[in-house]
């Protein structure tokens, strides 16, 4: 469900996860790393049981942080770190995970640099800079 171009389907993901980790019903693994990531971001929490969320823009020119794309881009790193890929990603987190000292602010740093990578990507209409991003992770 995460690899879709409908915004309210994928939002409509996230919310559903959450819902059900707050019910204590079955999950699906993907839907267990989602609410994982939610659980991390207790700031999101209402956001995530308002059936409005699906329809709201936050536009960074105006300074505002689009929760969704957050959320998504912290599992995008946590399935990027379970699977090893790309290659060279583990000791840069470990490296990340050392310097920081907590999980969360090394997603973060991770957040930055991959956000970079898929922004120059965006811009330049090509595919996302492995090396690049390595190189962004380690220098972070």
Known sequence: MLFSNDREALRRFFITSWRKR???????????????????HPEYHPLL???????RDWLPEEGQTNPFLHLAMHVAIREQLASGQPPGIEP????????TGDRHHAEHAMLECL????????????????????DCLRRR
């Open 22 to 40: 707050r019910d204590a019903s079955p999950l699906e693994p993907l839907e267990a790393l989602v609410s994982d990531v939610v659980i991390d």
């Open 115 to 134: 956000g970079e990578v898929m922004w120059q990507a965006q811009r330049n209409g090509t595919e996302p800079d492995v090396a690049a991003y390595l």
């Open 49 to 55: 049981e308002d059936d409005r969320a699906l329809d």
């Open 92 to 99: 840069a987190w470990q490296a990340l995970l050392a310097r």
